[in-house]
């Protein structure tokens, strides 16, 4: 059954590859190659992410709120109910909120619209816990159905290159007792803190390796984590404020890092140390 | 045709696609104004940039002049031991060294801090598992020895990395209180006690 998953995870990769052809793309092929056969590696003994996965999918499926209605309607960018595919064209522009969403942003809205459940449940909520735990597995189910596809960025919008910009002038933005931004440790090509190696987020590669690789199931804390969730722990380790779930610099830095990864493969739900 | 180009201008211009620097800016420090909420002791001012924070934030950094000048404001932060003495335990030091604890919104107080010294700096001869974002300082003492110039020189850099190099990635352990004058002499021990592994194999 893994061997079946794995086999069309590399032949849809390569297929999506072999469509491309010219020489340009030889050393970012060998890069994705390469990193599509660690990903293998790592999950050959399988990533716990498919149990929360499991979950998810059956939460989608479940009539819930005060609507007593399921996910299957919601419209995450392909049209409603279409899930293969969706967050790796994420985040994107959507007309109907006249917003720039990413995943968890988006699947706030269709909680909203189509069960009635409040965002509010999910903003003030643990991590982890209460509606950010059903989000997280949501998110895992969801994710697997972009698995082995390419990261897709629509930055035709307007409000993309706005957020695009926006996203990258917070990836610059030093602040705090510690003076750090995210460039402290993405800004250069090599580097690790500890024995942690940390990808260049200003390169394609880079941001593709960091941004194709989340949401992800992290073995030292057995816990699943979505985006939202990682990237509130680079500001929390970068000693700011909290970022409030959700919030417009989240989504800012997603299209800033999505965006500059464009073309690279997505291996989510990714597996950490 | 001159209508029709006024038209086009007009929509580019109100869907933000032709939105000046100086807008983005201001749509820039509403966002992360309205983005951020204090938790604990990360309270919201943290977001607010000190002058030569706002500076050090572009893809480059600033011009020659603007650096010179941010490196002479921050000197003139720098304090140094009153009692003359910059050299404390080593072994405490290097508690301090390995500890990258403190000031994140988990933290109970903004006490107590670690300097994280190895999460970008080798150090120690016997530990592997170090950074690489600052250069290595395995042997630093070794290597420069313990004059009058050294010995205030690496106190100041401790103290005020910014006085050496304005966008330095290194944090201002001493002005920015995040180590006790204390703390600051024991990795001053840990750099340059012959006895101290970074210097002794």
């Known amino acids: 059954m893994r061997q079946n998953k794995l086999f069309v995870l590399l032949a849809t990769f390569v297929a999506a590859a072999g469509g491309l052809g010219s020489t340009a793309v030889l050393a970012d092929k060998a890069s994705d190659e390469a990193a599509i056969a660690r990903y293998r590696e790592m999950i ?32 995450l960018g392909l049209g409603p109910g279409v899930v293969n595919g969706a967050s790796a064209r994420l985040p994107r522009y959507f007309k109907d ?27 003030d909520a643990k991590w982890l816990k209460g509606e950010r735990e059903t989000m997280a597995a949501l998110v895992a189910y969801i994710v697997t159905q972009s698995n082995g596809q390419k990261i897709a960025i629509d930055m035709k919008p307007p409000q993309m290159k706005k957020m695009y910009e926006l996203g990258k002038m917070a990836f610059y933005y ?28 200003r390169t394609q590669a880079g941001a593709a390796a960091g941004w194709g690789t989340w949401p992800a199931y992290r073995v030292s804390s ?16 970068q000693r700011t404020a909290e970022p409030i779930y959700g919030s417009d610099v989240t989504i800012a830095l997603s299209v800033f890092l999505a965006a500059t990864a464009n073309g690279g493969p997505v291996l989510t739900p990714g597996l950490k140390r | 045709m001159k209508k029709i180009s006024i038209i086009a201008a007009l929509m580019a211009v109100s869907s933000g696609a032709l ?54 404001a921050q000197l003139k932060t720098i304090r140094y031991p009153a009692d003359g003495k910059y050299l404390g335990d080593w072994k405490e030091g290097e508690k301090i060294a390995i500890s990258g604890r403190g000031l994140t919104w988990t933290d109970k107080t903004r006490f107590n801090n670690g300097g ?34 050294i010995v205030k020189y690496t106190w100041g850099k401790i103290y005020n990395a910014k006085a050496y190099n304005a966008c330095s990635n290194m944090p201002r352990n001493g002005d920015a209180e995040i180590l006790t004058e204390q703390q600051m002499k024991h990795l001053m021990a840990f750099l340059l006690d012959p006895e101290s592994p970074v210097n002794k194999k």
Not at chain 1, 58 to 75: F, I, V, Y
Not at chain 1, 106 to 119: A, F, K, N, S
Not at chain 2, 27 to 53: C, P, W
Not at chain 2, 118 to 143: F, M, R
Request: aromatic content about 6%.
């Open chain 1, 44 to 75: 050959a003994d399988g990533n716990p992410a498919e149990l929360v996965a499991g979950q998810g999918e059956e939460l989608w499926k479940t009539k819930r709120g005060p609507k007593n209605a399921s996910l299957e309607q919601c419209d």
């Open chain 1, 97 to 123: 909120t006249g917003r720039v969403q990413d995943l968890e942003t988006r699947l706030m809205t269709c909680m909203e619209t189509l069960q009635g459940i409040d965002p509010k449940a999910v903003i």
């Open chain 1, 174 to 201: 030093r602040s705090g007792p510690m003076d750090f931004a995210c460039t402290t440790c993405h800004g250069e090509a090599g580097k690790r803190i500890r024995l942690q190696d940390l990808p260049d987020l």
């Open chain 1, 222 to 237: 057995g816990e699943f984590w979505t985006m939202q969730h990682r990237l509130n722990d680079c500001y929390r380790q």
């Open chain 2, 19 to 72: 939105a000046s620097a100086e807008d983005i800016r201001g749509e820039f420090v509403a966002m992360m104004d309205r983005s951020f909420k204090t938790n604990g002791i990360a309270e919201k001012h943290r977001m607010y940039q000190l002058d030569f924070q706002k500076e050090c934030s572009a893809e480059k950094d600033p011009p020659k002049k603007v650096m010179q000048a941010i490196e002479a």
């Open chain 2, 116 to 149: 994280g010294c190895y999460n970008c700096h080798q150090l120690s001869h016997k530990e592997i598992a170090y950074g690489t974002i600052g250069p290595s300082l395995q042997d630093y003492g070794k290597v420069r020895g313990n004059s009058d110039e």
